[in-house]
C-alpha cells in the first residue's frame, strides 16, 4: 500500500567536496580544527559553505534575467520575517539528507548546527511573516522579484519573563555576523531629509525643484538570497543598511561642518536602529516616518536605475516593474516615484502619474482604526518637503475627480481626502495612486468593500479584489515537521512540496486505521520533542499523551488569549469543585510577544503566566491542566510548536483577524481548528468541513451590527452567569495574585467599564464565553475518540492545498503582476559544483 518513497534528493550534491569546504572554512575564518571550533563557529563554517553552493545560482540566475529581462515584482515591506536560513537553504537545494550525512561523518548534528543560527527577526508577526513566504514561493515558481526593506541592527526584540512579566532584551542578531549576507556597496543611494525646495528656471524654461539645506544618509544595500526549490532560481532580499554620507574633514572644518557632520552621522546611526515593536498598531514617531521614506527611496531609485541600465524610455517602466506595497508602510513609493520621474527625468505631471497608478499596489492588511497611519502634515512637510509638495498636489487632483462624482457632496471629500484635518493618509494615498487595493482573505475584501473602504470602492470599484494570504509548505511542513513530511512523501508522492493541492490524495488514507495510528504516533513524537523543548527552557513537565491547546501569534486584544485563560481559570474551578470529573488531561500552550508599551497585553501575559503559577502547582490538579507560556516566540521555535499541536486557537472577535496564517501552519501539520468565523478560518472550515472544527461565537455581521449600534452590554452576562462573575471576580480577589490583588483590575475593568472612549469589553470576550467553553467541551469529547480525532486530523493536513503561498503568489502574478516565468536552462539546475 505504501509507495516506493520517491526521491526528494538530488543526486547531484558532492558531500566529500562540502566536507572539505566545511573545514577549510574553520581554518581559513579562525584558524581552528574542527574540534576546537565553537557551535557557533561551526554553524559559521557550514553556513559559507552552503552560500557558495548557494552563489553560483545566485549569478546563474541573474545572469539569465538579463538575458530574459522578465518583468520583476519589487515587494516593498517594512518587515520580513525570515526565520533560519541554513536549514531552509539546504531543504530548497535539495541537499538536506547528503548535508545531514556530510555532518554525521564529520561528528557534527545538523540539527545542533541549525540551533546556533539567530533568527533575523526583522518583523513582528503575521504581515512579515508573510512577505518571507511570498518571497519563497515567488523563487521556487520562477518569477523574478525583490525583497524590499530594512537591515535594523536590533530585530524584534527578545521576550525574556522574569517573575511572570514580560521584559524586553535587545536582540543583537548580527553580533557574531551574517554567512548568507553580501554587501553591495556599489549599490549605494543618498537619501536627503528636511531642509526645503527651491524652484529654479533652467535654460530650457523648465521648472527645476531642489531640496536645499538638507541632511541625509548613505543607503547601502546587502542581499540574502531567496533559493527557489528544486529549480536553480535565487531571488534576492535586499535590505538596506545606512550610513553617514561624509567622513569628517579634519583638515577644514569649521563648527557649522563638524556639527552637520555630527547630525548626519546621528542620523544615519538612528535611521536603522531598531524596528517598532508594534504590531496592527500606529504609533505615529517621526523616526518611523523617516524609516519608511529611508528605505522607499533608496529601493525606488535603484529600481529605476536597474531600469534605465537595459532601457531607454522611463515611460514605459510599468512594462518591466509592478511596486508591491505591503500594508501602508511604504506608500510614500508612489510620491518617491513621481519626484524621481518629474524632477530627475523631467516627465510631466500626467506622464508620471501614467507611469505611477500602473506600478503601484497596495495590499491592505486590517481594518484595525488604531493601525491606520495618518501623519501630522507639520511633522511630515517638515521631514519630507519635495514629497509633500507632491501629495498635495495629488490631493488636490483626487479631489477635483472626487467633485465630479459626486458634486457638492462634502462628506465624500471628509471622508476620502488624502490630506484632510492636518492629517496626510497613506490608505487613502495607496487607494488613489495604485491600480489594485487587496484584502488578504474573502470575508476581509468582503469588509473592506462594504464597510471600512465602501466610499472607494463605490468609486472605483474596479481596483478592489481578494488574494487569501497562504504559507510556505517548504518550511512549515518539509522543514519544520520531518516525520510528517516523510509519512506524507511515503502515502501521496513528494509533488505537495511545489504543488500543495496534491496533498489531497491523502484523503483516502483518513479511514485507514493504520495510517491513523501512524499519523497520531508521529504526532506524538512531535509532542515528545516540544515537551524536551519546554522542559529545557521552561522548567516544566507536560504529559505528551495530554491534548497540546496551542494558542502561538501575537499578543493583541482582538486576538482574545484572554478568553483563553480565562477559560482555563473556569475549568480549574470546576475541576476543584468536582475533582472526580471526568477530565482528558490538557495542555494549555501559548507563546505571544507583546507591544513594549501595551500595557493590556503585558498583563495578560502575566495573567497567563500567575493562572500557570497556581494551576500547574495544584495538587488537586494534579497534573490534568498544565498552562505553558513559551518565552521568545518566534519562527524558529514555532517550527517545533505546529508540529506539536492538537488543537489550534483562532479565536479572534469576528472581523477583527484580517486572515491569520497561524492558522493555516496548524491545519497543515494536522491540528483542529477552534476558532471563531474570521479572517481565513472561514475558507478553512469551507475546505475542511465544519465537521472536522469547532466554529463558535459571534459572526462579523453581529459584531459589526453591535460596533454600529454602541456595544453591548456585559454586566447583564456578569449578572446572570455564575461561572463568568466567579472567573471576573478572581482578577480581583487575589486568587492569581495573593500579594496584590489589584493586579489585574486593569483587565476586569476592560472587561465590565466603560473606559473614556473604549466600550467595556469592546472585544465581546464575555459575550462569546459560554460558546467557546460549548466548543471547547466539544474538542474533549472528539479527542476520547482517537480515531475520529485521527481522521479529522489527516483531513486537516489533506485540505491544506489551497493555504499555500504559492496559490497566493500565482493569483497575484496572474491578475495583478503579470510576471515572466523564467526556467534556467537545463544543465545550470543539477549542481555539479566545484566548491
Ligand atoms: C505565522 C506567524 C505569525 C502569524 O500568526 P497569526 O496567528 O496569523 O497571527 C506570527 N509570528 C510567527 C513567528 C509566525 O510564524
Not at 545566485?58 to 538579463?66: A, G, N, S
Not at 491578475?815 to 545550470?828: A, C, G, I, S, T
Request: contains cysteine; negative net charge; charged residues 25%.
Amino acid at each position: 500500500m505504501i509507495k516506493k518513497k520517491d526521491t526528494q534528493e538530488s543526486s547531484s550534491f558532492d558531500k566529500e567536496l562540502f566536507k572539505r569546504s566545511v573545514l577549510y572554512n574553520v581554518k581559513t575564518l579562525y584558524r581552528k580544527t574542527l574540534e576546537e571550533a565553537t557551535p557557533q563557529q561551526i554553524f559559521q563554517a557550514v553556513g559559507y559553505a552552503i552560500k557558495d553552493v548557494v552563489i553560483d545560482n545566485w549569478l546563474t540566475t541573474h545572469k539569465e534575467y538579463d538575458k530574459q529581462d522578465p518583468k520583476t515584482v519589487y515587494y516593498l515591506s517594512m518587515e520580513f520575517l525570515m526565520g533560519r536560513a541554513l536549514g531552509n537553504n539546504i531543504i530548497n537545494l535539495q541537499a538536506y539528507k547528503p548535508v545531514k550525512e556530510a555532518m554525521d561523518e564529520l561528528g557534527l548534528d545538523l540539527n545542533v548546527i541549525e540551533d546556533q543560527e539567530p533568527d533575523p527577526a526583522l518583523g513582528n508577526g503575521g504581515l512579515g511573516r508573510l512577505a518571507s513566504c511570498f518571497l519563497d514561493s515567488l523563487s521556487t515558481l520562477g518569477y523574478a522579484a525583490y525583497g524590499c526593506g530594512i537591515r535594523y541592527r536590533y530585530g524584534m526584540f527578545k521576550q525574556e519573563i522574569r517573575d511572570g512579566y514580560q521584559i524586553e532584551v535587545p536582540d543583537n542578531w548580527l553580533v557574531d555576523g551574517n554567512p548568507f549576507e553580501l554587501r553591495r556597496p556599489e549599490y549605494a543611494k543618498e537619501v536627503k531629509f528636511g531642509g526645503y525646495v527651491n524652484v529654479r528656471i533652467d535654460e530650457n524654461g523648465r521648472s527645476n525643484f531642489v531640496q536645499e539645506g538638507y541632511q541625509s544618509v548613505r543607503a547601502i544595500p546587502y542581499d540574502l538570497p531567496i533559493v527557489g526549490y528544486g529549480n536553480g532560481i535565487v531571488n534576492t532580499l535586499r535590505i538596506w543598511d545606512a550610513e553617514a554620507i561624509e567622513c569628517f574633514h579634519l583638515d577644514s572644518f569649521d563648527k557649522g561642518d563638524y556639527q552637520k557632520a555630527v547630525e548626519q552621522a546621528n542620523l544615519a546611526k538612528n535611521i536603522v536602529e531598531v524596528l517598532y515593536p508594534n504590531d496592527n498598531h500606529y504609533a505615529g514617531k517621526e523616526l518611523r516616518l523617516k524609516q519608511q521614506y529611508f528605505f522607499i527611496s533608496a529601493s525606488v531609485q535603484e529600481a529605476i536605475a536597474k531600469y534605465m541600465r537595459k532601457h531607454d524610455d522611463i515611460r514605459k517602466f510599468y512594462e518591466k516593474v509592478t511596486f508591491q506595497l505591503n500594508d501602508t508602510h511604504p506608500t510614500v513609493a508612489v510620491a518617491e516615484l513621481m519626484r524621481i520621474l518629474m524632477d530627475e527625468y523631467y516627465l510631466t505631471w500626467e506622464e508620471a502619474w501614467n507611469v505611477t497608478i500602473k506600478t503601484c499596489a497596495y495590499t491592505n492588511h486590517t481594518i484595525m482604526a488604531e493601525a491606520l497611519e495618518k501623519w501630522p502634515i507639520e511633522l511630515f512637510s517638515r521631514l519630507l518637503p519635495r514629497i509633500y509638495q507632491i501629495i498635495e498636489e495629488i490631493n488636490r487632483r483626487f479631489i477635483i475627480k472626487i467633485q465630479e462624482m459626486y458634486p457638492g457632496n462634502q462628506e465624500k471629500i471628509r471622508k476620502m481626502a488624502i490630506i484632510y484635518d492636518g492629517q496626510v493618509k497613506m490608505a487613502h494615498l495607496a487607494i488613489a495612486a495604485g491600480f489594485s487595493v487587496n484584502g488578504v482573505a474573502r470575508l476581509h475584501t468582503e469588509i473592506l468593500k462594504k464597510q471600512e473602504l465602501r466610499d472607494f470602492y463605490e468609486m472605483m470599484p474596479e481596483k478592489f479584489n481578494n488574494k487569501t494570504n497562504g504559507i510556505t509548505q517548504r518550511r512549515f511542513l518539509l522543514h519544520g515537521n520531518p516525520l510528517l513530511a516523510d509519512w506524507v512523501t511515503a502515502h501521496v508522492g513528494s509533488d505537495w512540496i511545489t504543488d500543495l493541492p496534491k496533498i489531497s490524495k491523502l484523503k483516502i488514507y483518513a479511514d485507514d486505521e493504520k495510517c491513523q495510528q501512524e499519523f497520531m504516533n508521529i504526532k506524538y513524537q512531535n509532542k515528545v520533542r516540544l515537551a524536551q523543548y519546554i522542559l529545557e527552557h521552561n522548567g516544566i513537565e507536560v504529559d505528551p499523551r495530554s491534548i497540546f491547546d496551542v494558542q502561538v501569534k501575537r499578543l493583541h486584544e482582538y486576538k482574545r488569549q484572554l478568553l483563553n485563560i480565562l477559560h482555563v481559570m473556569y475549568l480549574y474551578n470546576q475541576l476543584k469543585d468536582n475533582p472526580e470529573m471526568e477530565f482528558f488531561p490538557r495542555t494549555f500552550i501559548f507563546g505571544a510577544k507583546a507591544a513594549a508599551g501595551y500595557y493590556n497585553a503585558k498583563m495578560t501575559i502575566k495573567l497567563i503566566n500567575s493562572v500557570a503559577d497556581v494551576v500547574n502547582n495544584d495538587p488537586v490538579i494534579n497534573g490534568r491542566i498544565k498552562v505553558v507560556f513559551i518565552e521568545n516566540y518566534r519562527v524558529s521555535n514555532a517550527e517545533l510548536i505546529f508540529a506539536a499541536a492538537d488543537v489550534s486557537e483562532q479565536i479572534s472577535t469576528a472581523s477583527k483577524e484580517a486572515s491569520g496564517t497561524g492558522n493555516m501552519k496548524f491545519m497543515l501539520n494536522g491540528a483542529l481548528t477552534i476558532g471563531t468565523m474570521d479572517g481565513a478560518n472561514v475558507e478553512i472550515v469551507e475546505e475542511v468541513g465544519a465537521e472536522n472544527a469547532f466554529i463558535f461565537g459571534l459572526s462579523s455581521d453581529e459584531v459589526i451590527n453591535f460596533e454600529n449600534n454602541g456595544g453591548y452590554d456585559p454586566t447583564e452576562i456578569f449578572n446572570n452567569d455564575p461561572d463568568v462573575r466567579r472567573v471576573l471576580m478572581q482578577l480581583i480577589n487575589g486568587t492569581f495574585a495573593p500579594n496584590d490583588p489589584d493586579r489585574f483590575r486593569t483587565l476586569y475593568n476592560s472587561l465590565l467599564n466603560t473606559i473614556s472612549t473604549n466600550k467595556a469589553d469592546m472585544y465581546f470576550i464575555l459575550k462569546d464565553f459560554k460558546a467557546y467553553a460549548e466548543a471547547q467541551r466539544k474538542v474533549e469529547n472528539a479527542y476520547r475518540d482517537e480515531k475520529r480525532w485521527a481522521r479529522s486530523a489527516i483531513l486537516n493536513v489533506a485540505c491544506s492545498g489551497k493555504f499555500t503561498s504559492d496559490r497566493t503568489i500565482q493569483e497575484y502574478v496572474d491578475e495583478l503582476w503579470h510576471l515572466d516565468k523564467v526556467v534556467l536552462p537545463k544543465k545550470v539546475v543539477g549542481k555539479d559544483k566545484t566548491l
